[in-house]
């Protein structure tokens, strides 16, 4: 069975920064698209960004400020958020998928595993 484990979340002040990580624990599967989600109180789960070995993209909500990144040694991904904002507030979900994908198209390919989510919390 294949987990994906998110840890870096917490509580900031705007304007901060925070850096999330999501590392896989189990069997070894073809993770060859990693993203990352967003989910607020009373509302759906938003796509925030992904990547895979030729492009990054991320939801115009975060650009410039939020950059997904891959350590392939350790097979993490990151999101590094920078000037937070009190609406960034969510529970940060990373996904992972076999497919390929680009552009918003990553923001609806299947995801077959997925992480137990952090909480962000942005103060104002």
């Known amino acids: 069975q294949v987990q994906l484990v998110e840890s870096g979340g917490g509580l900031v002040q705007a304007g901060g920064s925070l850096r999330l990580s999501c590392a896989p624990s189990?069997?070894?599967?073809?993770?060859?698209?990693r993203a990352w989600f967003r989910q607020a109180p009373g509302k759906e789960r938003e796509f925030v960004a992904a990547m895979n070995t030729w492009m990054t993209y991320s939801a115009d909500s975060v650009k410039g400020r939020f950059t997904i990144s891959r350590d392939n040694a350790k097979n993490t991904v990151y999101l590094q958020m920078n000037s937070l904002k009190p609406e960034d507030t969510a529970v940060y979900y990373c996904?992972?998928?076999?497919?390929?994908?680009?552009?918003?198209?990553?923001?609806?390919?299947?995801?077959?595993?997925w992480g137990q989510g952090t909480q962000v919390t942005v103060s104002s």
């Open positions: 996904a992972a998928s076999p497919s390929a994908c680009s552009g918003y198209g990553c923001a609806t390919v299947k995801y077959d595993y």
């Open positions: 189990g069997r070894t599967v073809s993770m060859y698209t």
